[in-house]
């Protein structure tokens, strides 16, 4: 494997897991300074220097080793659009992405940044469509507790309401979505909002 392949791995890896320099050559059990050449493609681990890193980022050596960094545009296009089984099952919106996200982390450029924004949107668009029915029912039951008896003028509107809720989440979650995978194939920077950044790392 050539110098520049590793190194690019285990600084990536390194600033994933926010290690500093320092703090890796201490995990590992070696000198910052043998790091410092890694990382600077001046030689490469071998043997003991390499278990020693793979154990401080708490992965196999074969897992640094067979890394490359690979473009798949087709990829990360298929990333966004997994997100619209969020039509079938909300769930299935974080659960296919992050599927995708798992299999190639790390493997193909941009994968993780744009993952993290849908899984982040979904997340929260899913949170935001459950405390929209929540309000809904609230609402629907302070009405009934109020007048104390069942009004189905008021049980009507509310399920319009719901009805209303529901259409117009989706859609935006829809639109938001196709936007951003034209985007992706037009090799520009995904913009998923509102986004609760749930997952960082």
């Known amino acids: 494997m050539k110098n520049k392949e590793l190194a690019k791995r285990i600084k990536a890896l390194r600033n ?6 320092e703090e890796l050559s201490e995990k590992a059990g070696l000198s910052l300074r043998t790091i410092q050449r890694i990382e600077n493609e001046e030689t490469e681990p071998r043997g003991d220097s390499l278990k020693r890193i793979a154990a401080a ?5 074969d897992e640094i080793l067979d890394w490359t960094v690979q473009e ?3 990829l990360l296009v298929n ?14 919106g974080i659960l296919l992405p992050l599927v995708i996200w798992i299999s190639k982390k790390d493997k ?3 994968v993780n ?11 929260t668009w899913t949170m935001l469509l459950l405390i929209g029915y929540i309000g809904i029912a609230i609402s629907a039951g ?3 507790k109020t007048t104390g008896y069942i009004d189905f003028g008021i049980v009507s509107s509310r399920i319009m309401m719901s009805h209303i809720f529901l259409v117009l989440m ?19 920077e995904v913009m998923y909002f509102p986004k609760i950044k749930f997952i960082r790392s």
């Open 16 to 21: 994933r897991k926010g290690f500093s320099q």
């Open 142 to 144: 302070y009405k009934l």
């Open 57 to 61: 980022f708490d992965v196999a050596t």
């Open 170 to 188: 989706y859609l935006y979650n829809l639109v938001l979505i196709i936007i951003n995978t034209l985007r992706v194939n037009k090799e520009k």
């Open 113 to 123: 940044n744009i993952a993290k924004d849908v899984l982040n949107f979904q997340i």
């Open 72 to 74: 798949d545009k087709g």
């Open 79 to 92: 990333l966004n659009l997994s997100a619209l089984s969020f039509i079938v099952f909300p769930i299935l």
């Open 108 to 110: 193909v450029r941009n």
